[in-house]
């Protein structure tokens, strides 16, 4: 989904208990879940890797972040288990509702690399985006309709040099020493500078406009949907033994029906979950095929509802 609420980026972004193998595991899950703040059939060892950790590293962060009510999880299959991230579902009265977010989907959050700081730094790295974002950088920074003056004035935040230290050092809980090796550690995605300006020398940091940068081809909404419909039909591969890569069309187009049939599904009474792995059972032997798996799905959404598919 690559969205996060307000309210579970706050609570993240001031608890200064969180390690930052605990801050990538939180980040990981919502970019790749779904509109329900559901990660369905997380395998440990794809985690782990993605995330650079040794599997027993895995469930110690795993078990810690559920002490502290970050999340859930169950065990549905005997290799993976569904993790749900509380406090991060945009469903509202059975419709997706996308409101009062921070985008996750910027070259910040996405590169492997940030979530290698100590976590004061990645901390501290989500406050200024969130400073930002309340400013429209975030767009700015992704839309040609905004002037570079614009979108520069939106990226710069100016602290009075006095005041600055304060803030920081509340939000933060650390001494002026470890503050600054915490900007040391983003100077590849936060830029600090001293400007006069009135007689008064302030502070300026400035979230770097690359920071703020979607991946090519990542538009916000669609990409991220479709990454967590991906997740789900690669869970499902891998309960068949079905070998399947990121680069397989199969792959894409077979995710894309999740989005295409989700609202049938649903008003033929079904979920679109099941149908879709009924679907793959029933037409897959060992390999993916989306046109097959798209004339199953069909043909089971017309069993539960005569004539819906027509109307």
């Known amino acids: 989904m690559q969205k996060m609420k307000f309210d579970l980026y706050n609570r993240i972004m001031n608890d200064k208990t969180l390690t930052r193998n605990e801050l990538h595991f939180l980040f990981w899950l919502a970019s790749h879940q779904d509109v329900a703040g559901l990660v369905t059939g997380v395998y440990y060892a794809d985690m782990a890797k993605d995330l650079n950790l040794s599997i027993s590293g895995f469930y110690y962060v795993r078990d810690r972040l559920e002490e502290k009510s970050y999340i859930t999880w169950e065990k549905n299959f005997q290799a993976d288990m569904d993790i749900r991230l509380q406090g991060n579902s945009f469903l509202m009265d059975g419709e997706a509702i996308y409101r009062d977010y921070v985008d996750l989907n910027i070259a910040m959050f996405t590169n492997k690399q940030f979530f290698s700081c100590k976590a004061g730094a990645i901390r501290l790295g989500m406050y200024f985006v969130k400073r930002v974002e309340a400013a429209e950088a975030v767009t ?110 199969n792959l894409t187009d077979t995710a894309d029906l999740i989005r295409q049939y989700r609202k049938l599904a649903e008003q033929a009474g079904c979920k679109i979950d099941t149908l879709l792995y009924t679907s793959m059972e029933r037409t897959c032997t060992g390999v993916l095929n989306s046109y097959n798996v798209h004339k199953a799905l069909r043909d089971l959404i017309h069993y539960h509802a005569p004539g819906l598919l027509q109307s």
């Open 140 to 249: 700015m920074a992704n839309s040609p309709v905004y002037s570079g003056a614009e979108a520069e004035k939106a990226r710069k935040l100016w602290f009075h040099p006095v005041k600055q230290l304060r803030v920081l050092k509340s939000f933060l809980k650390v001494d002026v020493r470890s503050m600054k090796e915490y900007f040391k550690e983003l100077k590849e995605w936060i830029g600090t500078a001293d400007i006069q300006k009135e007689g008064i020398v302030y502070s300026v940091i400035t979230v770097l406009k690359e920071s703020l940068r979607r991946p090519q081809n990542q538009k916000t909404k669609n990409y991220a949907e479709r990454k967590s419909y991906i997740q789900k039909v690669k869970t499902f591969c891998r309960r068949m033994k079905i070998p399947v890569n990121d680069s397989d069309q």
